[in-house]
């Protein structure tokens, strides 16, 4: 039984998750394909902009086998960390052959080769990145000034989580063999460009606007004379159940009616993502409503006016001294995430790095010298049990598949990270809901899904 | 130059208010009428239904000469403490002459043997009440079990404050000499009753009902012609300078459509609250809405769900170990406000102290052996400068008039509690924005209010 994993965050899950998985199943020829995936908040700093139930779903559908939840603290660190407790991960769950991973450049030997520069470190380049850092430059720019021969290399987003994670499988001795997939399509920030391998800040955008329980007018429960101008109303659950076979045929009118957006934003979705996991998102969007980082500006905020000093703000993950200070002499100009993570901006420091100091902050997720695991099983294909047993078996870390009852048994210091993990979910769940005047789920009830 | 004082909620401020205003001068015949006001939030443990600068503008267009806010900490302790606290701050004010407050009953020799009765708390009165209190009753149960002569008298609610008020003024030996008047009208707890004096919490159901901006299709600008069903379009601004001679001549429909529901409430609103403030707070709350205890079930949430201990709670004021114990062990049932203040009672502890714990929870308001206080002014009447100069020159108190300013100058304990009410306050009008999708006003910037 040979085991390919992915780690990804399917934020949303698109066409370049599905090609990938196939692309890991064929260059490995693995059995299963198991994803560890961020949970409901991204490397950005940012939440997900569906909850992380809802894209394992979507993933499942899209060909994985098995997908574990990332924890939040972990899934929102420094790309370097972020790789790095992946891929420990990984090698604590016992079973795992592959690691398989987009890269721009697509040539693994380069990848190593760099990978294996930054591993070794030699004194001139830790000199050098030192000096440009104090000297109040941002670590990526540092870090490509200071060895500029991958400069190139490492200016492509891809490629620098590829090298992360090869620098990881070395440090941790890991026994799982590295693959990468050349990463074809639209850029990692391009907003604009839609086509079969779209960017995924293109999608959200699209995503965004279907953010509405639509009520429509309609001759027919069919899509294609989705204008005809009669009145039966379609609620949102019949909507969705209407087959993407019909989206894609559904003649493409460029005019500007609510209802026209909303159709022309699914029709462009449907380009861009599978069927199954298009539907179950999709449905999410419309029923459950999106997320951003601006729906946590009044918990930012409640948190940023309480301060008594700067200190109070070291605690938190990824906030340094020179941070910390900037926020508390800001504070009172914190009305709206977005607008205060701008406000915190300059040269020193990236945008992301704000962004997930910020969102430590909102999330009380404080720093900690303990770097404790778990693998909470979010979903699994019923065809692919037999993968969770043999994690079951073999794992080192404890695999969560029931939050609740895991909750009870689980002592120290993987137990504050299950808490942790049930608390900043249900905050997730709970911005969501009043955004949509709707009940909140208790993430903590939730068993694993099987489809 | 003779000073009344009223101490008042004013949530929102109504005929009854006006009344006692108008009273309090032809019964002292004072120069000048005072009011200590609560700020954002209320002695039954909730937010106001409007801001306090909106409420304040209302009372001066109701009578009043000069407004103060009470600080929250204060403003939302029990009856006794409130009383002590407000009669604490007018003491300090130096130039107050009559405290002048509301009671059922209307005989102040009744209400003072009362209060005279509480003030030696007799030995056997205090076992009685320990031992009632420990059994499991609540604490206005116990006293009245304990002392049956006043348990009549202390069922009214205006009677327990006026005599709290009465203790206060004798427990700081107080040159402040005070007034009754017999309270007329609706109970405290009566929702349906519309009538000149109608209840705050009828009035407050009304109010609910107009936080829309209202959208129409009117004849004409003139109410009466509003329903006559041509399609002119009036925005929330011009709804409200419509007199309200015109409301009141209006034919009073009875029925469903949202914009009649919408002038009904108006109409019923015009018969409780004077003409200048009905406008005031309709204005307020059509245009930057209203505010509820769940308005605050996202930020009461993620600091129940944060706790690791009950001890964690008890930091907070009104809080006691026994309820911190209950708000731990249901954490997660907390998914609103009201809600979970539902799922906390018993026959031990009143809702109205829950709400007040876990407002204290959720705006961080903790216990504090200091009582420090400060006279912020919130506004006052042109032609009533020379009772703000009084009080400049004679309060004991820091007396703050630009909050900006002044919280660079003050020190200690005043800072800390004007700090509170800055944060505290920035809370309300965020919450209040986000419902709107509103940009948040920054209290700190605020000056007093002249008209």
Redesign the interface.
């Known amino acids: 039984m040979k085991t390919a994993a992915i780690i990804a965050e399917f934020n949303p899950f698109h066409n370049g998750h599905a090609e990938i998985i196939k692309k890991a199943r064929e260059l490995t020829g693995c059995d299963y394909c198991l994803i560890i995936m961020s949970g409901d908040y991204v490397q950005r700093g940012t939440p997900a902009i569906v909850d992380r139930h809802t894209r394992c779903r979507a993933a499942l559908e899209g060909g994985a086998d098995l997908v574990i939840s990332q924890p939040t603290r972990y899934a929102t660190s420094s790309a370097e960390n972020y790789a790095l407790m992946s891929v420990e991960l990984l090698n604590a769950l016992g079973c795992v052959d592959y690691l398989v991973f987009g890269s721009e450049c697509g040539d693994l030997e380069e990848l190593r080769s760099c990978a294996q520069f930054f591993s070794d470190e030699n004194t001139a380049f830790q000199e050098k990145l030192r000096e440009y850092t104090r000297s109040g430059i941002s670590f990526p720019k540092a870090r490509a000034m200071a060895a500029p021969m991958y400069e190139s290399l490492l200016s492509s987003p891809n490629n620098v989580l590829a090298v992360e994670y090869l620098k990881a499988l070395q440090s941790t001795g890991s026994p799982i063999e590295p693959v990468t997939i050349r990463r074809i399509g639209a850029g990692y920030n391009d907003d604009t460009s839609i086509e079969k391998f779209s960017s995924a800040s293109a999608i959200r955008n699209l995503i965004q606007n279907v953010n509405v329980t639509p009520v429509f007018t309609f001759g027919s429960k069919n899509l294609m004379s989705a204008f005809s101008g009669e009145t039966v109303r379609m609620n949102a659950s019949e909507l969705h159940s209407v087959t993407s076979d019909s989206i894609l045929s559904y003649d493409y009118v460029r005019s500007d009616t609510a209802e026209q957006m909303y159709f022309r934003c699914i029709y462009d979705l449907a380009e861009s993502i599978p069927e199954a996991p298009l539907h179950t998102q999709i449905r999410s969007a419309s029923m459950d409503g999106v997320v951003c980082d601006d729906d946590f500006?009044?918990?930012l905020?409640?948190k940023v006016?309480?301060a008594d000093s700067p200190e109070f703000f070291m605690q938190f993950a990824d906030v340094s001294p020179d941070l910390a200070r900037a926020v508390f002499n800001n504070r009172?100009a914190c009305?709206s995430f977005s607008a205060f993570a701008e406000t915190l901006k300059n040269k020193s420091i990236t945008r992301t790095h704000i962004n997930r100091a910020l969102l430590h902050i909102a999330l009380?997720i404080v720093q900690s010298g303990e770097t404790p695991l778990c693998a909470q099983v979010l979903g699994c294909r019923s065809e692919s049990m037999e993968l969770l047993g043999k994690i079951t078996e073999k794992s080192d870390v404890p695999v969560i598949t029931r939050p609740a009852r895991d909750l009870k048994t689980l002592k120290g210091a993987a137990r504050d990270l299950l808490s942790e993990e049930i608390?900043v979910s249900?905050?997730y769940n709970?911005?969501r809901a009043?955004k949509k005047k709707a009940?909140?789920t208790?993430t903590?009830s939730r068993k694993f899904i099987r489809i």
């Open positions: 500006s009044l918990i905020a409640e006016w309480s009172f009305s009380s608390r249900n905050l709970m911005v009043l009940t909140v208790n903590l």
